[in-house]
């Protein structure tokens, strides 16, 4: 009979402890590249939002160039165009385009809840849009929308495409006031290039509910990288580069002219990389007529006007009840401020929450958080490392940490810098430096279980500041297991 020498136990119960997640394991790296152009971050668990989208049974139809729109679409026997297969689909089926160059297509029938349609590009192929389809209205490359029934659609995914030289928007979903389009996912596609003559966007949603737009790269295109507006609620934007864009990176308008409740309501934006945006204005991050959305783990730099803003201009209400946690943002001289909470014009924007941010700023006047005056109802702002610059009247002046702090402010939030706190800003890459400031200095936010990579927080005895968790390399030494034979 096989026995284990006593000295082994110990051995046991460290794999056992091993095995259950108590002992330091060293991770992975997050990449020692910067963020850039096409390196979305992973996904991660842990994050609300619309149903995941359920396994398709239908069958799957083929596009391809060459082929035809009276063959049957079999992989065999492709189907011409993109828009006759929208038009030929039914609730569970998947349409594989595969490599070439396209016009784009005008969605206008719906899916069901457990039977999503699928518009994908092959796995691993160019698969490029590059103008409008000849049903479109709008002068966009792809159009989710329909003027028949009750004005909807729903329970799409639009997945893998570079999209591009559109007239108007890249990829354009829309409802209507009354009736809203809703579950619709807009994934790891390429939308560049879009609408310069028209100030239009790339990816833009009007009127849709439980919209998912993740992983996408939305470049140099006209107006913003990605639009939510129309008072559509419980958008996801997620994991998304967006850089280069005339305006915002990400615009929220809740846009009460156009009808509808004009409030944007309980979204998340989340591990997003936005930078070089704004040479015509607009935040990274824009809130207009926003209420109770989490934006957290979000990566924001170098983008020419604002960092996150937070106000009304088109929305019924001033943006409220948001929390802002757990994102880098690092603003370049001559921008504008970080964090801008801003005056209302119907209402106050109260009780906005900022925690465990890293908010720095270049510029010599404009800093860190900018209120339009002390007391704002419901403002909370604390564990965040910052300049040495806020207002509390609407940018009228400038004060200090210690003033701002006499106000009831950021009582354990610090003043710090881009070299003490990055490996290298120069380079884009703002994980945190081993034994920086940002390590374990943060407050316990549940609400944020993992960092902009998808690894869980916390690491170590306390939750970091910014969008990056820092890992250390374990110090364990790990022994086999060895099963010796009792003499």
């Given at each position: 009979?096989?026995?284990?020498?006593?000295?082994?136990?110990?051995?046991?119960?460290?794999?056992?402890?091993?095995?259950?997640?108590?002992?330091?394991?060293?991770?992975?790296?997050?990449?020692?590249?910067?963020?850039?152009?096409?390196?979305?971050?992973?996904?991660?668990?842990?994050?609300?939002?619309?149903?995941?989208?359920?396994?398709?049974?239908?069958?799957?139809?083929?596009?391809?160039?060459?082929?035809?729109?009276?063959?049957?679409?079999?992989?065999?026997?492709?189907?011409?165009?993109?828009?006759?297969?929208?038009?030929?689909?039914?609730?569970?089926?998947?349409?594989?385009?595969?490599?070439?160059?396209?016009?784009?297509?005008?969605?206008?029938?719906?899916?069901?809840?457990?039977?999503?349609?699928?518009?994908?590009?092959?796995?691993?192929?160019?698969?490029?849009?590059?103008?409008?389809?000849?049903?479109?209205?709008?002068?966009?490359?792809?159009?989710?929308?329909?003027?028949?029934?009750?004005?909807?659609?729903?329970?799409?995914?639009?997945?893998?495409?570079?999209?591009?030289?559109?007239?108007?928007?890249?990829?354009?979903?829309?409802?209507?006031?009354?009736?809203?389009?809703?579950?619709?996912?807009?994934?790891?596609?390429?939308?560049?290039?879009?609408?310069?003559?028209?100030?239009?966007?790339?990816?833009?949603?009007?009127?849709?509910?439980?919209?998912?737009?993740?992983?996408?790269?939305?470049?140099?295109?006209?107006?913003?990288?990605?639009?939510?507006?129309?008072?559509?609620?419980?958008?996801?934007?997620?994991?998304?580069?967006?850089?280069?864009?005339a305006g915002c990176g990400v615009h929220m308008n809740g846009d009460a002219e156009m009808e509808g409740d004009g409030v944007i309501s309980d979204g998340v934006v989340e591990r997003n990389v936005i930078y070089a945006n704004g040479v015509e204005g607009g935040a990274a991050?824009?809130?207009?007529?926003?209420?109770?959305?989490?934006?957290?783990?979000?990566?924001?730099?170098?983008?020419?006007?604002?960092?996150?803003?937070?106000?009304?201009?088109?929305?019924?209400?001033?943006?409220?009840?948001?929390?802002?946690?757990?994102?880098?943002?690092?603003?370049?001289?001559?921008?504008?401020?970080?964090?801008?909470?801003?005056?209302?014009?119907?209402?106050?924007?109260?009780?906005?929450?900022?925690?465990?941010?890293?908010?720095?700023?270049?510029?010599?006047?404009?800093?860190?958080?900018?209120?339009?005056?002390?007391?704002?109802?419901?403002?909370?702002?604390?564990?965040?490392?910052?300049?040495?610059?806020?207002?509390?009247?609407?940018d009228n002046s400038t004060i200090t940490l210690a003033a701002w702090q006499a106000l009831g402010y950021d009582t354990h939030s610090f003043t710090s810098t881009a070299a003490v706190l990055f490996r290298d800003a120069a380079g884009a890459d703002y994980r945190l430096l081993?034994?920086?400031?940002?390590?374990?200095?943060?407050?316990?936010?549940?609400?944020?279980?993992?960092?902009?990579?998808?690894?869980?927080?916390?690491?170590?005895?306390?939750?970091?500041?910014?969008?990056?968790?820092?890992?250390?390399?374990?110090?364990?030494?790990?022994?086999?297991?060895?099963?010796?034979?009792?003499?």
């Open positions: 009979m096989r026995k284990l020498r006593s000295w082994y136990w110990p051995l046991l119960l460290l794999l056992a402890l091993y095995a259950c997640g108590a002992v330091p394991q060293e991770k992975a790296s997050p990449g020692s590249t910067s963020p850039s152009a096409g390196q979305a971050p992973a996904p991660g668990a842990g994050t609300a939002g619309p149903a995941t989208v359920p396994a398709q049974a239908g069958p799957t139809y083929y596009v391809a160039m060459g082929g035809d729109d009276g063959n049957d679409g079999s992989a065999a026997h492709p189907w011409a165009t993109v828009q006759h297969a929208v038009d030929s689909v039914a609730p569970g089926d998947t349409i594989v385009v595969r490599a070439g160059e396209y016009v784009g297509c005008r969605i206008e029938r719906s899916g069901t809840a457990d039977a999503w349609i699928t518009l994908q590009a092959e796995a691993g192929a160019a698969v490029r849009i590059t103008a409008p389809g000849p049903n479109n209205r709008h002068d966009s490359d792809i159009e989710v929308e329909t003027w028949e029934g009750d004005g909807t659609v729903a329970y799409w995914v639009i997945q893998g495409f570079d999209v591009s030289g559109a007239p108007g928007w890249g990829i354009d979903v829309r409802g209507g006031e009354t009736a809203h389009t809703h579950h619709i996912t807009v994934r790891s596609n390429r939308v560049h290039d879009n609408g310069w003559d028209t100030s239009s966007t790339g990816i833009f949603l009007a009127f849709v509910d439980d919209a998912l737009i993740e992983f996408n790269e939305s470049y140099h295109n006209g107006e913003h990288g990605i639009y939510c507006s129309n008072s559509g609620d419980r958008p996801v934007v997620r994991g998304n580069v967006l850089y280069d864009n991050i824009n809130m207009d007529g926003v209420a109770d959305t989490v934006v957290r783990n979000n990566l924001l730099y170098g983008n020419h006007a604002g960092g996150i803003a937070v106000f009304q201009e088109n929305g019924a209400i001033c943006s409220s009840g948001n929390q802002i946690l757990h994102n880098t943002i690092v603003m370049p001289a001559g921008s504008r401020w970080a964090v801008n909470i801003a005056e209302g014009y119907t209402t106050a924007c109260v009780d906005n929450v900022l925690a465990n941010n890293i908010i720095l700023s270049a510029d010599d006047w404009n800093g860190s958080i900018v209120i339009p005056q002390a007391g704002l109802a419901g403002f909370q702002s604390d564990y965040n490392i910052v300049v040495d610059r806020f207002s509390a009247d609407g081993p034994g920086c400031p940002a390590v374990d200095a943060g407050t316990a936010l549940p609400a944020v279980p993992d960092d902009l990579t998808g690894a869980p927080r916390p690491w170590g005895p306390a939750y970091d500041i910014g969008a990056y968790e820092h890992r250390e390399a374990s110090s364990w030494v790990y022994l086999p297991l060895v099963y010796k034979q009792a003499s």
